[in-house]
C-alpha cells in the first residue's frame, strides 16, 4: 500500500522516514513505525522482498510459529527495536529498515529450516542455510547496497541465539514474550497461542452482537430446559401470539 500510494504521488516519503532529529525535536514518533512499511518503489527488488515475505514469512507461521501467534509477532517487535537501536549510530542509519526486517525473517528461517532444499531462480539448487548469503550475493549484483541484509542478519541471529541456542545450552531464557503481547493478540483475536496466560476475548472480531429470537416471537431455551419448554409449549402454546384483537366469544346460538 505505502509503495502504491508512493506511486501514485500520493505522500512524500521524507514523511515517514527515520529520521531522528525529528522524532527527538519535533515528537514525531510515528517515524519509528512508518519507516518499517516502505520496501522502496516497483521494482524487481521490491517484487522479491514481497515473494520471500509470501512464503518464508508464512512457512514460520505455519511451522516452528505454529499455535504461538504472540511468540509471531513478538518476534517481529524485537527485530524492530534492535534495528532502531543500531540505526542511532549513524554508519548503520538507514531511512527505511523495512528491507532490514525482511532479511531477519530470511535468516530466522534459514536456521530453522537449514536443510531445506530451495531454488534460485530455478539455476541453483541449495540448503536453507545458505539462503541470507545467497540474497547478498543478488543484492551485490543488483547494485543494492549491502548495509539493510547484513543489519537484518545481525538482528537474526541475535534473536535466534537468545530464544533457540542459548536457552539449549543451558542459559537463561530472557525474551520471554512479555504479558501485553498476548493481551494485544488475545484482543485481536487472530491466531492462536498455547499456554497462553490470557484467555482469547470472544467478541473479538464480532461487529454487533445482541440478543436472539425465535420467529414465534420467543427467546431460545438453554440447552438443560429445552426438552421441557418445548413440551410446555406444545400443550400451552402462547395465546397472545398473532391476535391483534382479543374479547369474549360467543356461539351463534346465543349461548
Not at 525535536?25 to 510515528?30: E, G, L, T
Not at 519509528?32 to 515475505?53: D, E, V
Not at 512479555?178 to 499456554?195: D, E
Not at 413440551?231 to 401470539?241: G, L
Request: charged share 15%; net charge positive.
Amino acid at each position: 500500500m505505502t509503495t502504491s500510494a508512493y506511486y501514485l504521488q500520493l505522500y512524500n516519503p521524507y514523511n515517514i522516514a527515520l529520521l531522528y532529529g525529528l522524532v527527538l525535536k519535533r515528537f514525531q514518533v510515528w517515524r519509528l513505525i512508518t519507516n518499517f512499511f516502505f520496501l522502496g518503489q516497483f521494482s524487481f527488488p521490491f517484487a522479491f522482498r514481497l515473494l520471500m515475505i509470501a512464503r518464508y514469512g508464512v512457512s514460520l507461521e505455519r511451522g516452528p510459529f505454529d499455535k504461538r501467534t504472540a511468540d509471531y509477532v513478538w518476534m517481529f517487535i524485537i527485530g524492530a527495536l534492535s534495528l532502531l537501536v543500531m540505526a542511532a549510530v549513524p554508519y548503520l542509519w538507514s531511512p527505511f529498515m523495512g528491507g532490514s526486517l525482511v532479511f531477519m525473517l530470511v535468516y530466522v528461517w534459514s536456521r530453522e529450516f537449514p536443510n531445506a532444499r530451495i531454488s534460485v531462480y530455478g539455476l541453483v539448487s541449495l540448503k536453507g542455510f545458505y539462503l541470507p548469503y545467497v540474497m547478498l550475493a543478488v543484492d551485490l549484483l543488483l547494485g543494492d547496497p549491502l548495509k539493510p541484509g547484513i543489519r537484518g542478519m545481525v538482528v537474526g541471529h541475535l534473536y535466534y541465539f537468545l530464544t533457540v541456542l542459548h536457552p539449549l545450552a543451558g542459559g537463561k531464557f530472557i525474551l520471554k514474550t512479555p504479558l501485553w503481547v498476548h493481551k494485544l493478540v488475545a484482543f485481536w483475536g487472530k491466531g492462536t497461542q498455547m499456554n497462553t496466560p490470557v484467555q482469547r476475548d470472544p467478541s473479538a472480531g464480532v461487529a454487533f452482537r445482541g440478543r436472539s429470537y425465535r420467529l414465534n416471537g420467543t427467546r431460545p431455551s438453554t440447552t438443560g430446559q429445552a426438552e421441557t419448554n418445548s413440551h410446555a409449549q406444545a400443550q400451552q402454546p402462547n395465546q397472545a401470539d398473532g391476535v391483534a384483537f382479543r374479547g369474549r366469544s360467543h356461539r351463534l346460538n346465543g349461548r
